[in-house]
């Protein structure tokens, strides 16, 4: 990034023509990057919200995945990420804060009939296998 910046800043300083032109294809590279993540974000939260509402029915497994990242031993970022999969295979995720994500889940319990939630490596097996096992999986745990 910082290398992009002082392309850009000894391009405009130094009135080359060519400079310029690599200048603002940097800008220009930069600007799609931009755009292209807000609209993912925005397409993904959408989609999101879409089978939640339209078809909670559908949603077989609810879970969140949380990353630390820690460089030199120092917490800089803990971002979690809510994972909705369908019975087709399909999973949704969003980011949401920390402090949202186990209130979301809860009320998602009492709304999403169908689903399984949590994170486990069998429930992964099974969701990566056939969702419907899955399913399966939760009708025979609740007997």
Not at 27 to 54: C, H, P
Not at 93 to 109: A, H, N, V, Y
Not at 120 to 133: A, D, F, G, M
Request: net charge negative; glycine share 8%; with cysteine.
């Amino acid at each position: 990034m910082w290398g992009g910046v002082l392309i850009i800043y000894f391009a405009v300083n130094r009135h080359d023509p060519m400079s310029m032109v690599i200048a603002a294809g940097f800008a220009g590279i930069g600007l799609m990057i931009v755009l292209s993540s807000i609209y993912f974000v925005r397409a993904t939260t959408g989609d999101m919200i879409d089978i939640l509402k339209n078809e909670p029915e559908n949603v077989i497994w609810v879970y969140y995945h949380k990353m630390e990242h820690l460089p030199f031993g120092l917490k800089v970022a803990s971002p979690c990420t809510l994972i909705v999969g369908d019975q087709n295979g399909y999973q949704r995720r969003l980011q949401i804060p920390e402090r949202f994500i186990l209130e979301i889940m809860d009320e998602l319990k009492g709304y999403l009939p169908n689903a399984v939630f949590g994170y486990s490596r069998y429930k992964e097996q099974l969701y990566n296998t056939s969702p419907s096992l899955l399913s399966k999986e939760r009708d025979e745990s609740s007997h």
